[in-house]
């Protein structure tokens, strides 16, 4: 006489497997785990056998595998099939933590500068002044650009749709983002701030240099430099106590003039808040 299978009411199962009678019920209804027993349409019977499946099935939904997936998995038993649909998940998952990992880079980036922008806005409460000016070496970082004549150029505006369009190259690109919105002015100093032509490049600093005509390396030499914080349209009296200082002090001007966004019109709206560093190159 055959042994008879060990059976498991839908509340056992419910306890043995830590998943709810809901689901089970769930289940049964998509076909996905049909109770091998019924008795007077009442009661569901699960063999040891379907105690497995739940296993399995509970191993596949850790990876999020659809539920008509698992249920072809379930019913054919091919192993090549459930093979196949694991490596389609883990290489979605794959996608999904490069993904993260560019959302983490950015967030961390833009807390890493609002941080910084508070701390110079704290130490100005204190009693530093965004004044003083220095003398700086600038370090040479990657950067992806764009370069263009704008007409009737006026420095209050923030060039929004240059400033998306290199957040759009560095995405085609498959580069990340790691630091400021750089405007570098090639024209006489100060002539931005008369309405005049503009030979304007605005920049962003990358993870790194890449072979593109757009793609190149900033920094690499000595800079007066000063902070403005404020608004934009107040920024010509940075640039011009700058200009008289290293005048005064025998430095002479040998490149463009740059302005380095470290807290930009794009990250917060308060017109306050807004930090800007003025860099200008200099040789003595």
């Known amino acids: 006489m055959a042994q008879q299978k060990k059976t498991y009411l839908i509340g056992e199962v419910s306890k043995l497997c830590n998943i709810s009678v809901k689901t089970l019920r769930y289940y049964d209804k998509i076909g996905l785990l049909v109770p091998e027993y019924r008795k007077d349409n009442k009661y569901r019977y699960y063999t040891h056998e379907q105690i497995l499946t739940i296993f399995i099935i509970y191993k596949l939904r850790l990876l999020n595998v659809p539920l008509k997936e698992i249920k072809k998995i379930v019913s054919q038993k091919d192993m090549n099939i459930m093979k196949e649909c694991i490596q389609q998940r883990l290489y979605e998952i794959n996608k999904t933590i490069e993904s993260l990992n560019d959302q983490y880079a950015e967030g961390e980036l833009l807390l890493e500068r609002l941080e910084k922008g508070y701390n110079l806005l704290e130490a ?142 794009v990250d917060v709206s308060n017109e306050d808040d807004h930090i800007t560093k003025v860099i200008i190159p200099i040789k003595k």
């Open 124 to 265: 100005r409460q204190d009693g530093w002044t965004t004044e003083s000016i220095q003398i700086e070496e600038i370090q040479k970082i990657p950067v992806m650009f764009t370069r263009s004549i704008k007409k009737n150029y006026r420095n209050s505006d923030v060039s929004v749709d240059r400033w998306f369009e290199l957040f759009e190259m560095v995405t085609c690109q498959k580069l990340r983002v790691t630091g400021s919105f750089i405007l570098t002015y090639h024209n006489k100093p100060l002539e931005q701030f008369y309405q005049n032509d503009c030979d304007l490049e605005i920049s962003i600093q990358v993870n790194e240099k890449i072979d593109s005509p757009m793609s190149k390396m900033f920094g690499g030499f000595t800079a007066v430099t000063a902070l403005h914080i404020g608004r934009n349209e107040d920024i010509i009296q940075t640039h011009i106590k700058a200009i008289k200082w290293l005048n005064q002090n025998n430095y002479i001007i040998i490149g463009p003039i740059s302005e380095e966004y470290i807290i930009s019109p």
